[in-house]
């Protein structure tokens, strides 16, 4: 089985530097990288739109894009529990081939664990990744000022909901899709294109609102946010109602929350709708000085609300 | 819970790259990188000698070191079973911190996954590391040549019997302590001196007959080695001979395997020798043209065996 498994993952994910079958794999750098970690332990393995290899490809290459870096090396780590489906386990290195190729980086280490029946729940997978940073670019959520605009590139809370929809316990009668994707196409030329670009992050765990009141409290500065210009899908808000989660707090892994300088606002804007993954792209909101550290929704019908942090996890293994 | 651990592994693993608190660490290089990746699922995770952050730590930094590379950064990345002790956590954290501290290396990105309680055997942690190459130095199996010799850093086999003899289902009647370490402060002065380095390995998982068997395959070399020569501490012998293993097989989490020019070998053997993880540095053999790609063994009665590649791993959950 392990050297089945072996031979399954240098053939399929085959590459120079992955060929050096070495401790570590060699990467010629002359200038700064961004480094990112993140385990998967998604529940189920697949979920529509996707499944735990293009997850784990997807959610590393944008972590790194999030930075301001080209992602270019993964590595691959997989713990599996003993006896768990070869064909499956061929079906997820193949998602992450096919993922990784889309997104224009290698597997450039890997490792692999087996561990007994009982002491794992089927796979998870770690990817780290390491990206080069856009000359001249140096996104921080130190950047931010009052008035700059922000901006979602899509729909929301898609990726939570499908993998909700795919549970066994669950049964909403209606299908949503993951919106997982690795945004590299839509992002790079927009890095590229703007250096008015002051912070980026995908909205995964705890969603657009817990992304936001991050960034409120890393900058002390308040988001400000419109209830009616954030965009979500007829299925997400009937499932939401349906199961009572606020469609705020929940995963998407295919979309990006960008604050922009105002006067590039509505050109970036305008660049990210001409993208297939940008085409709901949307102004959500502007920064102001106060509240000092606080997300502000404004609801459809016109009061103020504080959205909070999130206090407990209440979807686990969504990622 | 969750956020409870969050604080503890920010206030733990402080430092200025970690502290951007962004979805990748950015890093400035100007030279090669190294990069590696390993999960350890060790159990139990607690054992003479170290416990699962010391290893997790200790285990990437050397895979860098072997790759001829000054180890700088590591992501680290947590899988924890819903309803694990606090206080034990605290405690591999504190092991982390102290290693990292020790062996010289920045935490400078991190993830957390609580899954449910029977959903992970207790805590998993990977670990991916980057490191810059020593300048000059590009160590690899491809350098290796018939007549090089084989050095091994001190005494074989302890790690994984130390993890052994720590299960309760067995009962040596006596201790054995793990070797792991990391080997910053013995090998990169050794890298530095001494061009003549052609290939290092660290000998875990399936011990030095599968780092050697490795090094025949890859290079199409014999590796000839003595076992007379072989440093095996008395501990080990016995209980290698009370469970039937053969030490050869079995994992060292603090040695390295070094392959240097033969007008290096007693020099680089005397420059270990001052370092206390070097103090049983041995010549244990050397290359030769043939028998291709194979390992051979000349036994302390003077006769000579193949010694294979491991087919089963004998040993799970040993790293």
Known sequence: MHSLIKELLFKKLANPVLGQLSDAAVIRYKEGVAFTTDSFVVNPLDFPGGDIGKLAVCGTVNDLLMQGARPEYLSLALIIEEGF???????????????????????????LKVVEAGAADKIFINTSGIGRLVRGRNLSVKNIRAKDKIII????????????????????????????????????????????????????????ATTLNE??????????????????????????ELLGIDPLYVASEGRAVIVIAPEAAKKAIAMLRKHPLGRGA???????????????????????????????????RIC
Chains 1, 2 share one sequence.
């Open 85 to 111: 489906d070869y064909r499956h386990l061929e079906k997820i290195i193949d998602s992450v081939a096919f993922w990784a190729k889309r997104a224009n980086v290698l597997i450039a280490a890997g490792d």
């Open 153 to 208: 590139t899509g729909s929301i809370a898609e990726h939570g909901f499908a993998v909700l929809s795919s549970r066994r316990s669950l049964n909403l009668g209606f299908e949503i899709k993951s919106d997982c994707s690795s945004l590299n196409n839509l992002l790079l030329p927009l890095i590229k294109s703007f250096n008015q670009i002051k912070f980026m992050r995908d909205p995964t765990r705890g969603g657009l």
């Open 215 to 240: 960034a409120a409290e890393s900058s002390g500065l308040a988001m400000m946010i419109d209830e009616s210009a954030i965009p979500v899908s007829g299925k997400v808000r009937a499932a939401a």
């Open 282 to 316: 949307c102004l959500i909101g502007e920064v102001a000085k106060s509240p000092k550290a606080r997300v502000v929704l404004k609801t459809a019908v016109g009061t103020e609300r504080i959205v909070d942090m999130l206090i407990a996890e209440p979807l686990p």
